[in-house]
């Protein structure tokens, strides 16, 4: 069964290119609308008028401070249709640094499986964790701390669906 036609999507990315290889993706599919902006566009802007039913990020809020965050999660909640989900794939910030260590160490763990199963011989762990944390791009904040702003927004049925140290899928629903 084709659902292209039943379905419709609005991608959103700063980068113009990403919206190409993705308009390359989906040669073919129609009822896509690509919009370059940030996240720090979005709110209080006119860039986005219409609601959804879905919305989902995938390994972009993270680059938010706590406070921009909030924002964006505002903005989807407003932007949700009544019965409408987030889903937000990303990573957060350990609660201990014992955690810390344990996922870390985990991640290099996979890694170097990685590199294994494809006989790559480089290092590419490096000071990825030191980057993750402590690099001017990457915001990361606890997912209590998303979680309680979720529902201090209005969502219900906050939780995290899966988590693997630091990767995690969380989100809710609009009522």
């Not at 890694?111 to 790559?120: L, P």
């Amino acid at each position: 069964m084709n659902v292209s036609g039943a379905l419709s999507a609005t991608l959103v990315d700063p980068s113009a290119d990403m919206l190409m290889k993705a308009k390359e993706r989906f040669t073919g599919l129609t009822n896509i609308n690509y919009v370059q902006a940030s996240f720090q566009d979005l709110p209080g802007g006119e860039i986005i008028n219409h609601d959804f039913d879905f919305i989902a990020s995938s390994m972009a809020i993270h680059h938010l401070n706590m406070d921009s965050k909030r924002a964006i999660f505002k903005f989807i909640f407003t932007h949700l249709k009544s019965e409408g989900y987030f889903i937000n794939i990303d990573t957060v910030l350990p609660p201990t640094d014992d955690l810390e260590q344990w996922y870390f160490h985990m991640w290099k763990e996979w890694i170097d499986r990685k590199k294994t199963v494809r006989g790559i011989e480089k290092d590419l762990f490096g000071d990825v964790t030191r980057r993750y944390k402590d690099g001017g791009e990457n915001k990361p904040d606890t997912l209590d701390d998303q979680l309680n702003a979720l529902t201090d927004i209005g969502f219900v049925n906050v939780d995290c669906f899966y988590k693997n140290g630091i990767f995690t899928v969380f989100g809710g629903k609009k009522t």
